[in-house]
């Protein structure tokens, strides 16, 4: 049988009174991107912290590279790389210093060493950064640094937790491309957190919703999408005689659509498929003299697929990497 490069069954984690991880199971292909996507507080860190062997589960097993984290941490250990949550690069000392330390703890020396250093930075675009103290560098920079620091010992599996938290828009998408690069380059399989929902949807290859310590869907972006049962169909109505609600009524009667929600003077069907539902409700509008101005659909978003398991929002994207760099600062300072 072939290894996975993570497999994890009945994984649990209590703090107190506190489930943090309550029972999950996954695996995870080798070279593949696999997201945990989940809003503060969901488990995810809690996770990354066992697979990478510095906190014990309460119960369930988890394998790395073929290794149990519990029986092997050292052989789990050796074939990891991890970037934390927080930065932990040490923000005095140059670029090349972080890199020359961190090659120095896994055994690397002279030649090779100095090799690994100028392609990590060359491969983190920072070659040029190079005798610069990362306390100089940009949010962006550092989490590159991190990145590549990680991989210097040519790891199989590369845990990266929330990569591109507090960083804005443009650094994220080159965090991103970044990140596409290793897997292509290096085959290296990649197990990242985040609560982005943009993030995951257009960096994994498939992705586990966490939600209160549990796994609530798993799947790829497209699958999870479309196992939410169809698209989204919105059908603006300018001219009746009847409500929007008896309109509404009639074209579930007929079977063509699954449910509705009123939106102004827009209806908005959740379908099977767009394609078929659509002649159907021009039908309908016809018998019941309704002219209908507009008609357009969508797939559900990822957002949608965490409404339906969770009945939450997940907050969204790019609006809140602002908050999330104060609350960074405010965490920092309450240490
Ligand atoms: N060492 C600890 N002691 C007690 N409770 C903890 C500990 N570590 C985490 N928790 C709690 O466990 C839960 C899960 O935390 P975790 O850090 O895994 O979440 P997360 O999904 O990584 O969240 P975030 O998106 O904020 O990073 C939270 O309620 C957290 O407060
Ligand atoms: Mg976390």
């Given at each position: 049988m072939v290894k996975k490069a993570i497999s994890v069954r009945g994984l649990t984690k209590r703090f107190g009174d506190l489930v943090a991880v309550d029972g999950i199971s996954f695996d995870v292909e080798n070279g593949e991107i696999f997201g945990f996507l989940g809003p503060n507080g969901a488990g995810k860190t809690t996770t990354i912290n066992i697979l990478v062997t510095i906190m014990k589960p309460t119960s369930g097993e988890a394998f790395v590279a073929g290794y149990n984290v519990l029986e092997d941490p050292v052989k789990v250990r050796e074939r990891i790389g991890v970037v934390f949550q927080d930065n932990t690069v040490d923000r005095n000392l140059t670029g090349w210093e972080n890199l020359y330390i961190h090659g120095l703890i896994y055994g690397l020396k002279g030649e090779e060493l100095r090799r690994k250093i100028e392609e990590s930075l060359e491969f983190a675009e920072l070659t040029k950064f190079r005798d610069v103290p990362v306390k100089n560098y940009s949010g962006g920079m550092v989490r590159r640094l991190e990145i590549a620091r990680a991989l210097m010992h040519k790891p199989e599996v590369l845990f990266l937790d929330e990569p591109t938290i507090g960083l804005d828009p443009h650094t994220r998408a080159r965090i991103w491309e970044y990140i596409r690069r290793l897997r292509e380059e290096g085959g290296v399989t990649i197990f990242m957190t985040t609560h982005y929902m943009d993030e995951a949807e257009k960096l994994c290859d498939r992705v586990a919703i966490i939600d209160h310590g549990k796994i609530v869907a798993i799947g790829s972006p497209d699958?999870?999408?479309?196992?939410?049962?169809?698209?989204?169909?919105?059908?603006?109505?300018?001219?009746?005689?009847?409500?929007?609600?008896?309109?509404?009524?009639?074209?579930?009667?007929e079977g063509t659509a699954l449910s509705y929600k009123l939106l102004g003077d827009t209806l908005a069907f959740k379908v099977r498929s767009a394609s078929k539902a659509i002649p159907l409700v021009f039908r309908v509008a016809d018998s019941m003299n309704v002219t209908i101005e507009e008609i357009k659909y969508a797939q559900p978003s990822l957002g949608d697929v965490f409404l339906h398991y969770t009945g939450r929002e997940l907050r969204d994207e790019e609006g809140d990497w602002k908050e999330m760099a104060r609350m960074r600062i405010a965490v920092r300072r309450r240490r």
């Open positions: 699958e999870l999408k479309s196992n939410l049962g169809g698209d989204i169909l919105y059908v603006k109505v300018s001219d009746r005689t009847i409500s929007l609600k008896e309109f509404a009524e009639e074209i579930l009667e």
